[in-house]
């Protein structure tokens, strides 16, 4: 029942902050969200890499159809949950920082955003998942929609557009995979949508081959890879920054575990055959959103660009098909939250107190901010890959995964540590070191809330660099199954 309550523990607090307002609800809010994360961490002890239905629940859901609510936690899974819980506190202390309109309702979507997080995560059923994976799109698009920029209509409808038809690619795939399932394909009594049902079809190489395309779709503009990215740099750049972090935080990495649970067992030889193309894709999105990135002369947006590159290495990674390359990925979707969700409220606090994101209208900051400077400093050099922190481990290890599969798309890959050292470091130099500015002067330091964001962050940045098998023996015994599967 632990798996149970994880879901649905964020929605009776989102439902009881309808009776508070102002301080009350950001307390409320708050403590739901603590608590949130300290039955996550419990788990997490808890499981320690079991894959063996951990924390199982399953029950008849529509059962005339053969649809079950099962959701468990294995791993991989386990990780994903503990970073969502980890980040929404962290998020909801970076907007108490904002002066939002109906703030309790702002604070009530999150939670709500993160059930639905928490769903995709668990979620063992291939029409649960596709409900959870809706249910997230909903309360960001609101978040976005409401208290967004001045162009966050347009932005958020067009981010929406991408989303729900990725989805729908993604569900007419499982309903194919769902009428293969039954007496003829697996001896069982009626059709079902169980995640262990369609692991173990026999569909021809045909039918993998464009049913990879129909779920990848879904995964791959969540992520996003190239071409299918173009939503993301505007929706993040006009987005408020709590729906900043929670898209690049948490809701990118439903791509990344979708492709890991939902696309590589299932369709297999499909893989294999376009693995070729989706590296090459991987590797394009690498190079081409790390040059964007560093001809960006707004933070914001410059971090979006960071993000779309970082997470093409992920992917090529991942579909490196090695064990290497796809621990790599989960420890660093571990590492990606921490380090974008630190850049982008560092981003959020210069802004807040400049007025303006334009690199060229800053300068000197560091005089008077010597605690910002220290933790954006940390954070960033997580994202840039320096050793011993959390952005290390995980890029090395993805690129030890495509370097294993071809040298030579290892080596392009491997441009993804000069290029974010050049567009990250720049940045940092001329934002906070460079010739003093009309606010250097008078910029305050962080305070003791916003202290309590970013130390967490940089916390979890060291540990991760230094203590990478905290998680990785917790993913290991996961990953090898799927792997597995993929090879049998």
């Not at 980040?87 to 920082?97: D, E, S």
């Not at 129909?214 to 996003?224: E, R, S, T």
């Not at 979890?460 to 599967?485: C, D, K, R, Y």
């Amino acid at each position: 029942m632990l798996t149970v309550f994880l879901l649905l523990w964020p929605v009776a607090a989102a439902l009881l902050l309808h009776f508070f307002k102002g301080g009350a609800a950001r307390v409320v809010a708050l403590g739901a969200a603590l608590v949130e994360l300290a039955v996550a961490a419990f788990a997490a002890i808890v499981s320690r890499g079991n894959v063996s239905g951990q924390f199982d629940v399953n029950y008849q859901w529509v059962a005339s159809a053969g649809i079950n609510f099962h959701v468990g936690m294995d791993g991989l899974s386990v990780l994903l949950v503990l970073l969502t819980a980890f980040l929404v506190p962290i998020i909801l202390l970076a907007a108490f920082r904002r002066e939002y309109e109906n703030p309790s309702t702002l604070y009530a979507l999150v939670l709500f955003m993160q059930t639905g997080l928490v769903g995709v995560f668990v979620s063992l059923d291939a029409f649960l998942f596709y409900f959870f994976w809706e249910v997230a799109l909903i309360p960001i698009y609101f978040i976005a929609g409401v208290w967004g920029g001045e162009r966050r209509v347009q932005v958020t409808f067009k981010f929406f557009l991408y989303t729900i038809i990725g989805s729908l690619f993604m569900l007419a795939g499982f309903v194919y995979l769902y009428f293969q399932t039954g007496p003829a394909a697996s001896g069982l009594a009626q059709h079902t949508s169980d995640l262990s049902a369609f692991y173990n079809l026999n569909l021809s190489s045909s039918e993998q081959s464009w049913l990879f395309w129909l779920i990848f779709a879904a995964f791959a503009v969540k992520m996003p890879i190239f071409p299918f990215h173009t939503w993301q740099p505007d929706t993040y750049t006009e987005s408020p920054t709590v729906a900043t972090m929670l898209l690049s935080g948490i809701m990118l990495k439903m791509g990344v575990y979708g492709v890991m649970r939902w696309l590589l067992p299932v369709v297999p030889y499909g893989v294999s055959q376009w693995q070729p193309l989706v590296l090459i894709l991987s590797i394009i999105g690498i190079v081409y959103g790390a040059i964007i990135a560093i001809r960006q002369h707004d933070i914001k947006r410059l971090i979006a660009y960071s993000s779309f590159s970082h997470v093409g290495l992920m992917a090529a990674g991942m579909f490196s098909l090695t064990q290497i390359g796809l621990q790599g990925a989960v420890i660093q979707m571990l590492a990606h939250g921490v380090n974008v969700v630190g850049l982008f409220f560092a981003a959020d606090v210069i802004e807040r107190r400049t007025g303006t994101r334009n690199i060229a209208d800053l300068g000197g900051l560091t005089r008077r901010t010597p605690l910002l400077t220290v933790t954006f400093l940390v954070v960033l050099l997580g994202s840039a890959a320096l050793p011993l922190t959390s952005g290390f481990v995980g890029e090395f290890l993805l690129l030890a995964g495509v370097y294993e599969y071809n040298a030579w798309m290892g080596a392009v890959a491997g441009l993804t540590v000069i290029f974010a050292a050049v567009y990250l470091l720049r940045m940092f130099q001329r934002v906070m070191l460079g010739p003093d500015s009309s606010f250097s002067a008078t910029i305050t330091d962080l305070t003791g809330a916003e202290l309590a964001v970013m130390v967490p962050l940089v916390v979890l940045v060291f540990w991760i660099g230094l203590f990478p098998n905290t998680f990785l023996h917790i993913s290991e015994p996961a990953v090898m199954q799927l792997l597995n599967i993929v090879k049998r």
